[in-house]
């Protein structure tokens, strides 16, 4: 059998690195390097042994694993070991489509190209090394890994105030990563665990009494929690969006976030069960605030960029909720909604994005009756709200609908709450159409333009799975529940 | 079957109105077939299942599993209604040709039109609620599209959003609904097709559950009212009516079509659909009852004064609907499907002549319009049908099933006192339907001249629409009488049959009958002599009924009201959290970044360099880390430690 997530890992780091150096080359070097990505995602899904009838022997419940000896002294022994199972096969994919979108999308960058695009994968890579990781040093690696490109991502080719933007988003993620990375650790050394890998420390952390798990879910609860982001702890979110360029908003919004919610499920709520129950009350608690305030806010946003962020807030808000419940499907709820907000925030910021080069502004009360000028750009605002607000045969709908049966399952008639949200959503994504896109045309600059070619193929790619996904969910469903789902309560 | 299935869903993707026109027919063909293979021999046809969500689990058992299948499901009701769909949405598609050929934007036009359509389709042969819900919400998404189509208006564009919204409301009690009914049969599960077919609402073979177990607790009472709320959001039944008249901002076809057979049909199809299959308790058919009969009444009310054509036949959707809603509130859902099927036609006649005259004049204003019998003679005549049809007068067909709303409603008086008020409320409503669908016809075409000169000489559109003009009066004297086809019998009976619901029709009380012709006599009689021959009838300005007339004007404020609570009030809270979360959220995290900015300058000044100053902080670090060490952590260990 081949190593194929050491392969697909050295063609990643070989690509970065050919990327950096390519100079106006770089478009192209990062192309190739994502569609080589993509080729071999595809035979991730073939040779996947989590498919009905597979076994796998070296970490149970994990595909593709391998395992090498890194750091081996009496106490501790550090393994580089990976794998995947249905959960980060899932987004896997996710980062496969939006490296090439994003490739595309920005594929006029003149401001130091090399730079930029060695960036985008150098974030990429990270984020498949997280999903992929299974042992705690490794997937801090490439956790902190994904923060260093993002944070000049936004801080060189960003908007007038992206130094300050930049830090922020840096010192806020930071924080939370070194209590999470205080938490993991305590976790290792408190049980006694032998190894960093997953199946020591899973065995380890279900050994731990309820309170020290109580307090290390707190821990890393707050640590993954920054990156949802959870309210309060969000104001970095709407400034790093509004700031960062097009691709690094994509890459943000689509993949960065994905890391808290991936992280928290894999190293939180299996390793720690009895703990998560025990902070129930407060996950539940953040998860309903974050999904009120992140709607409600984002109805009074003027700056398109803020409100799709404030949206992310919201969605990420109802994948807490559905973590929370603690099902199987409410799990299987909370992945496939991480799959669709990733794809369809991407979409909705590539829309921004395309809408500040084509009106010079993002200001939705500057613009109005747009469709005549832009109607493909309309189009896709349309496609990206749509799924956004969670209609069905779009990815959203298939995703928000098990996230709130399995809340209706758990909690009863709270379940108005998120439901009611839904409403406000739907609002402010059709008062900004009718502000930005509707009624007769005004303060459009003459020089306006639809979307070029390469942006409307980046935002394509993503319409086209937005729908996909979103008549045939079982596609993905299938993937995420053929891994047998340990460490549940009730599973 | 399948061909029809296939064919709706294909023409999504066909451009060109005769292509679309073409292909309705042929869904139209395949749908009317279908009912005739079910009218010849009834019973339940599934076609397609595909797996859409499965999360593996014990069957039957919620919490560890969810399946859920798509397929399509024909029987007695869905080929009913598949007959009122592609009937009107062919006829509606061929005027189009004609109504629309001077826009822009047509393949859109058509598209959306024929994704309305397929999404219809869809819903009528969903074999599961959820299957019902995606169509459902694509069906609000079309007639979203549709009423924004001339998006550059604003007063369009605002009508569309808030027709979305609106029905958004009703949209989520309605999953609601579904939650609470799934949760109720997942544990109180019926036979093994519960386990078997997973979340699959086997409509159409036997019902659910017992009766006795029917109505026996408060989540069923509950998950009806949620169900109602859904319908309610989508047929614009009180106190959702409002985005229902301001959606004729779209073009006038589309307005037939989402009054006739698509949209506001979708919700009267879930309620019957769920009254027969899944039951009411007496409470919940007390609300429905109360809200059909109310509606019924209050949206006549608003239509007696209103000045626009369009707006007149929109309000009288609403009443309509409002019938329908009571008689499914009653306990006689196939009457109320019945009143659908012969409402569907009358009403996109009604839709389609108004817009004859909209199309030749350019103005929905009736107090305009005047004396156009003469030009128009055609669409005066079927205007005329329509409106014979509406008010009720034999043997037009709204007599025959509106007659039947009432008698259904009135057999059950006996036994349920409170509808009382309601079923007056409703036959009072038959007074105010004749008089106001008159007063427009007679402000129309009465007279001899028409009242504004400025306006273009008056003259009948091409043959595409005069066409759908004959077909649909056809229908609208002849589809009443239907119900003495053995057939079409057969088609309501084997839907009422299922539920054990004794048929309605026949039942009729030649009392009650020759009463409400009556009246309907009595309102077009007064019309014709407020309105008749050119008359226009003004109150004087000191008249009492002014306020009143400015109330109904004004459609009772609701609109002004839901505009200020949904508009002003949540943007208002909106902005104040926006506020908040800029100021003291982010505010804090400042305060923060200038108090550690302090703090390190304060920490910078520690480093003296002096070497019994670092002596100080060493031994006062020890001190601190004992006390933990020693005070804390016992402690912690003593409280918690145990478990």
């Keep these: ?10 063609t990643l780091l070989a690509g970065t690195a050919a990327t950096f150096f390519a100079g106006t080359r770089a478009r192209w070097v990062a192309l190739a390097t994502s569609s080589v990505f993509a080729v071999e995602v595809a035979f991730l899904f073939l040779s996947f042994s989590g498919w009905p009838g597979y076994s796998s022997a070296l970490v149970p419940g994990f595909s593709e694993s391998e395992s090498y000896a890194w750091i081996h002294i009496s106490w501790m022994h550090v393994n580089f070991t990976v794998g995947v199972d249905g959960i980060s096969l899932v987004l896997i994919l996710l980062t496969a489509i939006l490296q090439i979108a994003t490739v595309v999308y920005s594929w006029n960058e003149t401001k130091r190209p090399a730079g930029y695009f060695g960036l985008v994968m150098l974030t990429c890579l990270g984020c498949f090394g997280v999903f992929v990781a299974l042992d705690i040093l490794f997937f801090f690696l490439f956790w902190e890994a994904v923060l260093v490109p993002m944070f000049f991502l936004i801080g060189y080719w960003g908007g007038p105030n992206r130094r300050y933007a930049a830090l922020k988003f840096f010192v806020y993620t930071h924080v939370a990563s070194i209590v999470m990375l205080v938490g993991l650790l305590a976790l290792v050394f408190y049980s006694g665990a032998s190894s960093f890998d997953y199946s020591a420390v899973y065995a380890a952390g279900h050994g731990l009494s309820t309170v020290v798990q109580a307090f ?25 969006h509004v700031e960062a360029p097009t691709g690094g908003s994509v890459l943000l919004a689509g993949l960065l976030l994905k890391l808290g919610g991936y992280g928290l499920i894999r190293w939180a709520v299996f390793v720690l069960p009895a703990g998560f129950h025990v902070d129930l009350p407060v996950v539940f608690f953040v998860a309903f605030l974050s999904i009120v305030w992140g709607s409600v806010v984002s109805l009074a946003q003027r700056d398109l960029k803020r409100l799709v962020a404030f949206s992310s807030i919201n969605h990420m808000g109802i994948v807490l909720l559905a973590i929370a419940v603690g099902s199987s499907i409410g799990l299987v709820a909370a992945v496939l909604l991480m799959f669709a907000h990733g794809i369809v925030s991407a979409l909705l910021f590539m829309v921004s994005g395309s809408a500040h080069h084509a009106f010079g502004t993002r200001d939705i009360s500057a613009v109005g009756g747009a469709t005549p000028t832009t109607p493909a750009l309309s189009t896709f605002a349309m496609a990206g709200s749509l799924a956004s607000l969670g209609l069905p045969a779009l990815i959203g709908f298939p995703a928000e609908f098990s996230a709130l049966l399995a809340t209706w399952d758990r909690l009863g008639y709270w379940v108005f709450i998120p439901l009611g949200i839904l409403v406000v959503t739907a609002a402010f994504y059709l008062w900004m159409m009718q502000r930005m896109f509707f009624g007769p045309p005004r303060g459009i600059p003459s020089e306006a333009h639809d979307v070029p070619w390469f942006e409307g193929a980046g935002m394509g790619i993503l319409v086209v799975f937005t729908v996909l996904f979103g008549v045939l969910p079982s596609l993905l469903v299938n993937v995420i529940v053929a891994s047998p789902i340990k460490g549940f309560p009730g599973t | 079957m399948i061909i029809g299935v296939t064919g709706t869903r294909l023409r999504r993707f066909e451009y060109g109105g005769w292509i679309a026109v073409a292909l309705s027919g042929a869904a139209m063909v395949v749908g009317v077939l279908i009912a005739f293979g079910e009218a010849m021999s009834p019973g339940n046809y599934t076609n397609v299942q595909i797996t859409w969500f499965h999360v593996a689990g014990a069957p039957g058992t919620f919490p560890n599993g969810f399946t859920l299948v798509m397929g399509t499901l024909v029987d007695p009701i869905s080929s009913l209604m598949l007959v009122v769909v592609t009937v009107v949405g062919f006829v509606v598609m061929l005027y189009s040709i004609g109504y629309m050929h001077h826009d822009k934007g047509l393949p859109r ?8 359509l397929a999404a219809m389709n869809g819903l009528v042969i969903s074999n599961n609620l959820i299957e019902f819900f995606l169509f459902w919400e694509l069906v609000g998404l079309c007639s979203y599209f549709l009423i924004g189509f001339y998006y550059e208006k604003p007063s369009a564009a605002s009508a569309a959003k808030e027709a979305f919204l609106v029905t958004r409301i009703g949209d989520i ?7 609470l009914y799934f949760s109720h049969y997942a544990t109180a599960g019926p036979n093994g097709g519960w386990a078997a077919n997973g979340f699959v609402f086997v409509h159409g073979t036997t019902p659910f559950l017992a009766p006795s177990i029917r109505g026996s607790s408060t989540l069923i009472t509950v998950a009806g009212i949620m169900i109602l709320g859904g319908a309610a959001g989508k047929s614009a039944q009180f106190p959702l009516h409002v985005w229902l008249p301001d959606a004729m901002e779209g073009p006038t076809t589309v307005s037939a079509l989402i009054h006739a057979a698509t949209m506001v049909a979708a919700g009267v199809y879930l309620l019957a659909v769920a009254s027969l299959f899944l039951g009411f308790t007496s409470f919940d058919s007390l609300v429905i009852v109360a809200i059909g009969g109310f509606t019924a009444f209050f949206a006549a009310t608003m239509a007696v004064v209103h000045p626009d054509i369009k707006r007149v036949i929109a309000y009288s959707t609403i009443s309509q609907l409002g019938y329908m809603v009571l008689a499914i509130g009653a306990g006689f859902a196939m009457v109320g499907l019945y009143h659908l099927f012969t409402h569907a036609f009358f009403k996109a006649l009604l839709f389609l002549a108004a817009g004859s005259v909209i199309h030749a004049l350019g103005t929905q204003d009736l107090f305009k319009m005047g004396g156009l019998k003469k030009p128009m003679k055609l669409t005066a005549a079927a205007f005329a049908i329509g409106g014979l049809a509406l008010a009720g007068i034999p043997p037009f067909a709204g007599f025959w099933s509106k007659d039947d709303v009432l008698s259904s409603v009135y057999s059950q008086l006996g036994a349920h006192p409170a509808y009382w008020p309601f079923f007056v409320m409703a036959f009072a409503a038959v007074f105010l339907t004749a008089y106001y669908i008159f007063r427009a016809w007679f402000l129309a075409f009465s007279g001899d001249r028409i009242r504004d000169p400025t306006l273009p000489a008056a003259h009948e559109g091409p043959w595409v629409m005069q066409v759908p003009l004959v077909i649909l009066s056809a229908f609208a004297v002849g589809a009443g009488l239907f119900v003495f086809l053995p057939g079409f019998q057969g088609l309501l009976l084997g839907g009422a049959g299922v539920a054990g619901i004794p048929p309605a029709y026949g039942t009729a009380d030649v009392f009650l009958s020759a009463v409400s012709v009556l009246l309907a006599a009595g309102g077009i009689g007064l019309a014709a002599l407020l309105w008749g021959n050119g008359r226009v009838f003004s109150l004087a300005d000191s008249s009492v009924a002014q306020p009143l ?10 609109k002004v009201g839901y505009d200020w609570i949904g508009a002003k009030g949540v943007y208002t809270v909106s902005r104040a959290a926006d506020f908040f979360d800029r100021y003291v959220i982010d505010g804090t995290v400042h305060g923060l970044e200038r108090m550690f900015g302090a703090m390190s300058d304060r920490l910078r000044r520690m480093q003296s360099g002096l070497v019994s100053d670092y002596a100080a902080y060493i031994v006062a670090g020890l001190l601190g880390l004992f006390a933990i060490l020693l005070v804390v952590a016992p402690f912690l260990i003593a409280r918690f430690g145990g478990s």
Excluded: C, N, Q
């Excluded at chain 1, 290390?216 to 790093?240: E, S, Y």
């Excluded at chain 2, 009690?173 to 579904?178: C, K, V, Y």
């Design chain 1, 1 to 10: 059998m081949l190593p194929l997530l050491s392969i697909v890992l050295a």
């Design chain 1, 216 to 240: 290390l879910f707190l821990a890393l609860f707050f640590g993954f929690g920054v990156k949802f982001p959870i309210v309060p702890f969000h104001t970095w979110l709407p400034d790093a």
């Design chain 2, 109 to 116: 036009y058509y598209a959306e039109l024929s994704l309305f």
């Design chain 2, 173 to 179: 009690m309605f999953l609601l609904g579904i939650f």
């Design chain 2, 549 to 558: 007339r400015r109330l109904l004007l004004h459609r009772y404020y609701f």
